[in-house]
């Protein structure tokens, strides 16, 4: 399993693969490093009145380059082909436009006094660590140039600007039963369901290719070992979503719990046939038992899985007075009024700073040149 997203990070930003896997959502400790001799007339990566090793400021705090240096190497770290000079260079800026954001929030929080406890962040730090053994969580630490302390770092932030939105944003945002019912009311074909839908989650073990990059691939009888491996820990009674997390090698669902999202019945009748019927004999809350998954096209054994019937949709009208309709239109409304409510947050925020991109400047300077 990646350990990419062992942090979430600011919305539409993440650490390479290491902040996407253990979470959704990741606050990424970053720096920015100056553009290679490829970029003629960025000589030195002299950024601006700060000194050379100032990218940005934002009101007194200073964006070094170290910061991002950290961020890009992370970012490319195990890719197989190195970026060229103009995705580099497009990567560093983006990295440093992410950083000034960052910092924006940050001394916003300090200032409302809601920053991240030590404790908060421990807490944090070993939940995400707890899935692997020691050795497996440094491993992972190393393969994207991280340290502890750089996880610690991406961790605080993190909690530090979700405790900010909360009391800025979230804790601003009501939906009323009256906002619920005229939605419905608006929408009320959308709710009805012309077939049945199957909620379904799965924990897939892989054959005869790695499920890591470098890792060595899985033979027939190590997939199966491991995969009767965690059969028999769910049927110990542990957690079905805990072990796909720490075990399943589908790299799209892993770091979700397994959770393969609802499934129309016309779509769930185009999958392999052993998982379908095993997934039209379960009951909401089961699992099966371990699956075959045969590549259709040559017949060859791809894996194993266990699939899990999260939830079962029966074909008609939802009514409103049904809860989940209910919570759906919420969280809709909700996520709605908030997405707003942020975007305008966010540009009051940078209204009020002061923000000096020395590392724009210098591109715009070296383009006129060229």
Same mark, same amino acid.
């Given at each position: 399993?990646?350990?990419?997203?062992?942090?979430?990070?600011?919305?539409?930003?993440?650490?390479?693969?290491?902040?996407?896997?253990?979470?959704?959502?990741?606050?990424?400790?970053?720096?920015?490093?100056?553009?290679?001799?490829?970029?003629?007339?960025?000589?030195?990566?002299?950024?601006?009145?700060?000194?050379?090793?100032?990218?940005?400021?934002?009101?007194?705090?200073?964006?070094?380059?170290?910061?991002?240096?950290?961020?890009?190497?992370?970012?490319?770290?195990?890719?197989?082909?190195?970026?060229?000079? *103009? $995705?580099?260079?497009?990567?560093?800026?983006?990295?440093?436009?992410?950083?000034?954001?960052?910092?924006?929030?940050?001394?916003? *929080?300090?200032?409302?006094?809601?920053?991240?406890?030590?404790?908060?962040?421990?807490?944090?730090?070993?939940?995400?660590? =707890?899935?692997?053994?020691? $050795? $497996?969580?440094?491993?992972?630490?190393?393969?994207?140039?991280?340290?502890? =302390?750089?996880?610690?770092?991406?961790?605080?932030?993190?909690?530090?600007?979700?405790?900010?939105?909360?009391?800025?944003?979230?804790?601003?945002?009501?939906?009323?039963? *009256?906002?619920?019912?005229?939605?419905?009311?608006?929408?009320?074909?959308?709710?009805?369901?012309?077939?049945?839908?199957?909620?379904?989650?799965?924990?897939?073990?892989?054959?005869?290719? +790695?499920?890591?990059?470098?890792?060595?691939?899985?033979?027939?009888?190590?997939?199966?070992?491991?995969?009767?491996?965690?059969?028999?820990?769910?049927?110990?009674?542990?957690?079905?979503?805990?072990?796909?997390?720490?075990?399943? $090698?589908?790299?799209?669902?892993?770091?979700?719990?397994?959770?393969?999202?609802?499934? +129309?019945?016309?779509?769930?009748?185009?999958?392999?046939?052993?998982?379908?019927? *095993?997934?039209? /004999?379960?009951?909401?809350?089961?699992?099966?038992?371990?699956?075959?998954?045969?590549? +259709?096209?040559?017949?060859?054994?791809?894996?194993?899985?266990?699939? /899990?019937?999260?939830?079962?949709?029966?074909?008609?009208?939802?009514?409103?007075?049904?809860?989940?309709?209910?919570?759906?239109?919420?969280?809709?409304?909700?996520?709605?009024?908030?997405?707003?409510?942020?975007?305008?947050?966010?540009?009051?925020?940078?209204?009020?700073?002061?923000?000096?991109?020395?590392?724009?400047?210098?591109?715009?300077?070296?383009?006129?040149?060229?």
């Amino acid at each position: 399993m990646k350990i990419s997203g062992i942090v979430p990070v600011l919305k539409g930003f993440r650490r390479g693969r290491l902040i996407h896997t253990l979470n959704s959502r990741s606050v990424c400790a970053a720096g920015v490093a100056c553009m290679v001799a490829v970029f003629a007339g960025m000589s030195g990566c002299n950024s601006g009145p700060g000194g050379q090793d100032v990218m940005a400021k934002v009101n007194s705090y200073k964006i070094l380059r170290s910061e991002v240096d950290k961020s890009y190497n992370s970012q490319v770290a195990g890719s197989p082909q190195k970026p060229t000079a *103009a $995705e580099e260079e497009a990567l560093r800026l983006q990295i440093l436009l992410h950083l000034i954001d960052l910092q924006i929030h940050l001394q916003q *929080a300090d200032k409302l006094g809601v920053m991240a406890t030590d404790d908060e962040v421990e807490a944090k730090f070993n939940q995400l660590k =707890a899935p692997y053994t020691q $050795e $497996e969580f440094q491993k992972r630490l190393k393969d994207q140039n991280l340290t502890e =302390a750089d996880l610690k770092q991406d961790i605080r932030r993190n909690l530090t600007i979700e405790k900010l939105l909360n009391k800025e944003i979230a804790s601003k945002v009501s939906i009323s039963d *009256a906002d619920i019912s005229n939605y419905y009311n608006q929408h009320k074909p959308d709710f009805n369901l012309i077939e049945p839908r199957y909620h379904v989650a799965q924990i897939q073990v892989l054959v005869g290719q +790695p499920a890591q990059p470098g890792a060595k691939a899985q033979t027939d009888a190590e997939a199966r070992q491991k995969i009767q491996m965690i059969y028999n820990r769910l049927e110990s009674g542990e957690d079905f979503s805990q072990l796909a997390g720490q075990w399943s $090698e589908d790299p799209e669902t892993a770091h979700n719990g397994g959770d393969l999202g609802t499934i +129309p019945e016309s779509a769930l009748k185009n999958t392999d046939v052993p998982t379908r019927d *095993a997934i039209q /004999k379960l009951k909401p809350g089961q699992y099966s038992q371990i699956i075959p998954v045969i590549n +259709p096209n040559n017949r060859q054994l791809v894996g194993y899985r266990i699939v /899990k019937l999260m939830s079962k949709e029966q074909a008609g009208q939802r009514e409103l007075n049904d809860p989940a309709v209910q919570q759906w239109i919420r969280s809709q409304l909700k996520g709605q009024r908030e997405q707003l409510l942020r975007a305008a947050y966010d540009e009051v925020l940078r209204n009020k700073a002061e923000i000096h991109n020395y590392y724009a400047d210098q591109i715009m300077k070296t383009t006129a040149q060229k």
